[in-house]
């Protein structure tokens, strides 16, 4: 992968320099320019590019980057940090498109013959993997979070707590505990969204300081949920922490009322990024 020729799309210049152009024709059609695309020609290529913010015209102009690179017979690797639609990998509905499959199976045919990405939301554990026709390696960002609530918590003993069973894999191996989240059916004329109905667990953090490790912070629901289970139980110090803070709808305002912190890394750009994915990005021959 060393040797493989990069590129960058403009949003991931907070971390990189871009050297792929993207922008927009008047009625908001996407337009990709790649102006090394000739040097691609039969090589090894990685791809960064984010699919986060405004995921519908990411992952349009990803599909456009990865046609163009078929055409020159590359062997193109996607790193994009924040996989959307990942959380649609079931159906519940009749009739209901399993997203998640839908968006993998594009991006394979496109031509992207291994696509890396972090903490999946659907496999729940590091590695290489296939799901649908994607070739998938999935990296954890998981010990280091951890790593930097140890600076917060002054080196100081502190519980890990989940606060779903998908962050079972993020905190069972470091001796920490998940609690379970049960959602609500979908509601009548409000098929996009199903309510959270319990969520909750056994744990002993009366008196201990805590830290809240989920994989994403979306709408704050859940994160919210479980900090008043976990102020209920006597918790003392609380620190929230997600590997991809979305921070929808001013949640973090909501968070910060039950919470002493809250920390994220950056696959998304956000206000709360303190742990950076770079090194591992690097590694990956950026
Ligand atoms: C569960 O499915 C995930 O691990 C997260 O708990 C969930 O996606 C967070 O979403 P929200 O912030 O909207 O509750």
Redesign the pocket.
């Given at each position: 992968m060393s040797k493989a020729i990069k590129l960058v799309s403009p949003n991931f210049s907070d971390l990189l320099t871009p050297n792929i152009e993207i922008g927009k024709f008047p009625d908001g059609d996407s337009h990709v320019r790649i102006p090394q695309l000739a040097e691609c020609r039969g090589k090894e290529v990685i791809v960064f590019h984010r699919l986060y913010p405004k995921q519908n015209t990411a992952l349009v102009a990803l599909l456009l980057i990865l046609d163009s690179l078929k055409q020159e017979k590359a062997k193109v690797t996607v790193a994009a940090p924040y996989l959307p639609y990942a959380?649609q990998d079931k159906k519940k509905l009749d009739g209901e498109v399993a997203s998640a499959h839908t968006v993998c199976n594009l991006i394979a045919r496109a031509g992207c013959k291994k696509f890396v990405t972090f903490d999946c939301?659907f496999l729940n554990q590091e590695g290489l993997t296939t799901f649908g026709e994607l070739s998938i390696e999935n990296i954890s960002m998981g010990h280091d979070l951890i790593e930097y609530a140890k600076t917060i918590f002054g080196d100081g003993p502190f519980e890990i707590i989940?606060?779903?069973?998908?962050?079972n894999y993020l905190v069972e191996k470091r001796g920490g505990k998940a609690m379970k989240?049960v959602r609500k059916e979908y509601e009548d004329g409000r098929i996009d969204y199903r309510h959270?109905e319990t969520l909750d667990g056994e744990f002993e953090v009366k008196g201990k300081n805590v830290l809240l490790l989920?994989?994403?912070?979306?709408?704050?629901?859940?994160?919210?949920?479980a900090l008043e289970k976990l102020a209920e139980a006597g918790a003392k110090r609380i620190c929230c922490a997600?590997i991809h803070g979305?921070f929808?709808y001013n949640?973090l305002d909501k968070i910060r009322k039950f919470s002493d912190c809250i920390f994220a890394t950056d696959t998304i750009e956000n206000s709360q990024a303190a742990v950076s994915i770079k090194d591992k990005l690097l590694a990956l021959g950026a």
């Open positions: 959380r939301h989940g606060p779903d069973a998908g962050a989240k959270i989920d994989d994403m912070i979306s709408t704050g629901n859940t994160m919210i949920r997600a979305l929808l949640c």
